[in-house]
């Protein structure tokens, strides 16, 4: 078994999420693939079948098989355009399917699924809040908290400084339970600087994951997210995570004002070299 070791959205080639891609003739048990995501030791990796015309792709986190991943579709992206060249590839996922664009120079552009959000209960917000160390008074009222999809599920909290999303501190177990019963694979946490650049830092204790330093799905998701609020900004910007775990990451975001279209997200992508 040959896992690639790449790491998406990647600035200057340095930073970007770490992800394992494997290809395969035959996906092995997801049992097998739940201990191979445990032994790469990323938040996610994704698994591919070659399928008709596209590419069936499973991924897999450490501690639950997610149905999208963003930061692993432009890692396999890249691989698949070191594979078999520049070109558009569809994949194929559990719930969806999806599109590819592989570009030169170890750079790609997925298309997500359809997008949708919805409102999110008082009494779980404040649980949330209170096991993040926040209260209501530390969001900014110009974001409303919503739960948002783009092939998987995040809470979107906008908080009112940099200072507080610098200082991001949560209870792991209690938000891991919180993230269960919703079914969510982040909370992300964002402050805007501009109408085309947002700062986020998203927890992925669902995944057994303290911090996610680059994640394509919730940047899908929070396009999604300020298409439906109406929000007036740019349909294109720019998403920097992970500067405070000092692995600095950049995810580039097109979105249609058409509710529920996908989303157009890209980044680079780097090789990991193992020490």
């Avoid at 079948?49 to 579709?73: I, M, S």
């Avoid at 890692?75 to 994949?91: H, P, S, V, W």
């Amino acid at each position: 078994m040959d896992v690639l070791k790449l790491a998406a959205f990647s600035h200057n080639k340095q930073g970007g999420n770490p992800a394992g891609v494997v290809f395969y003739n035959e996906f092995p048990t997801a049992e097998e693939m739940m201990r191979i995501a445990k032994e790469v030791g990323y938040s996610e990796t994704a698994f591919l079948v070659k399928q008709n015309d596209g590419w069936r792709v499973r991924y897999f986190a450490p501690e639950l098989e997610v149905p999208f991943c963003g930061h692993a579709t432009i890692a396999l992206g890249a691989a698949l355009g070191e594979k078999f060249g520049e070109n558009t590839y569809q994949l194929f996922l559990n719930d969806s399917q999806i599109s590819i664009r592989a570009e030169k120079d170890m750079k790609a552009t997925l298309q997500s699924p359809n997008t949708k959000t919805e409102n999110v209960p008082s009494e779980f917000l404040d649980k949330v809040l209170a096991s993040f160390h926040l209260t209501l008074d530390s969001l900014n009222p110009a974001f409303p908290p919503r739960f948002a999809s783009a092939g998987a599920k995040h809470l979107i909290l906008f908080l009112k400084s940099r200072e507080l999303l610098k200082d991001m501190q949560y209870e792991f177990d209690e938000t891991r339970k919180l993230m269960m019963e919703k079914e969510l694979i982040t909370i992300s946490l964002l402050w805007q600087e501009s109408d085309d650049l947002f700062h986020s830092r998203n927890a992925f204790a669902s995944g057994g994951v303290y911090e996610d330093p680059a994640t394509g799905a919730a940047a899908a998701a929070l396009a999604g997210y300020l298409r439906d609020i109406n929000w007036q900004g740019k349909n294109e910007f720019t998403i920097l995570q992970g500067e405070d775990m000092g692995v600095p990451s950049r995810l580039n975001v097109k979105y249609t004002p058409t509710k529920g279209e996908s989303i157009a997200v890209s980044g680079e992508v780097r090789r990991i070299i193992d020490s």
